[in-house]
Nanobody, 124 residues
Framework: QVQLVESGGGLVQAGGSRRLSCAASGRTFSSYGMGWFRQAPGKEREFVASISLSGGNTYYADSVKGRFTISRDNAENLVFLQMNSLKPPDTAVYYC?????????????????WGQGTQVTVSS
C-alpha cells in the first residue's frame, strides 16, 4: 500500500508558476513509477506527466510539454510538478499517482494508488 498526499495548489495568475509536491509513504516509494494527472470540471481525468523509478525518464502530455517539469526525490519520498507559464486551461484538480511499472505510464488505468488531489486555479 502506498499513501500519497499532494500539496502546493492554489490561485495563480496567467503566466505565473506553481510547484506541486506529492509526499509518499508506505511501501517502497522507489519501486514505483509516478505520474501527475488533472481533472477539470466536467471533463475526464487526463495525463499530465510521468517519471520512471530512477527519475531518468520523463514523459509529458503535449499540452504541457516545455512548460511543466516532473521530478522526484527518492531519498525524501517526494514527487514534484513544476508548472511554469500557466494558462487558464491548466485550471484543474491535480492528482499524484503511483504505478507498479518502472517506466511510469500515461495510461490512467495503469495506476495503482492515487492521492486526494490539489486544486490549481489560473486566473486570466
Amino acid at each position: 500500500q502506498v499513501q500519497l498526499v499532494e500539496s502546493g495548489g492554489g490561485l495563480v495568475q496567467a503566466g505565473g508558476s506553481r510547484r506541486l509536491s506529492c509526499a509518499a509513504s508506505g511501501r517502497t516509494f522507489s519501486s514505483y513509477g509516478m505520474g501527475w494527472f488533472r481533472q477539470a470540471p466536467g471533463k475526464e481525468r487526463e495525463f499530465v506527466a510521468s517519471i520512471s523509478l530512477s527519475g531518468g525518464n520523463t514523459y509529458y502530455a503535449d499540452s504541457v510539454k516545455g512548460r511543466f517539469t516532473i521530478s522526484r526525490d527518492n531519498a525524501e519520498n517526494l514527487v514534484f510538478l513544476q508548472m511554469n507559464s500557466l494558462k487558464p486551461p491548466d485550471t484543474a484538480v491535480y492528482y499524484c499517482a503511483a504505478v507498479n511499472n518502472p517506466y511510469g505510464s500515461a495510461w490512467l488505468y495503469d495506476y495503482d494508488y492515487w492521492g486526494q488531489g490539489t486544486q490549481v486555479t489560473v486566473s486570466s
